[in-house]
């Protein structure tokens, strides 16, 4: 479990970061959409908007992974310490 813990954590440090660059990227981006015209303004908030998509969808997998993990863990423990009785 502290394996698991850890490597999550650094992961879930890592999509934060990430998620810290797409934010100042779209501030950035709202200066280029002053100059912009309409379609140019169109793609880059919708290309911001899809990076937030992709960030949201890779935490909702980590978190998802995370929990099937921490339950087969309890499972594999649960496995032993039952075996480890039965000796």
Do not use: C, P, W
């Given at each position: ?74 499972q594999l423990?649960?496995?032993q310490v039952?075996?480890v009785n039965?000796?």
């Amino acid at each position: 479990m502290f394996f698991i813990g850890i490597t999550f954590q650094i992961l879930q440090e890592e999509l934060q970061t990430v998620q810290a660059e797409v934010a100042k990227m779209s501030q950035t981006s709202e200066h280029l959409v002053l100059d912009a015209n309409t379609e140019s303004r169109n793609v880059i908030r919708q290309t911001i908007a899809d990076l937030n998509e992709r960030l949201l969808t890779l935490e909702r997998h980590a978190d998802q992974k995370k929990a099937k993990l921490i339950l087969e863990e309890q499972q594999l423990k649960l496995y032993q310490v039952e075996n480890v009785n039965k000796d």
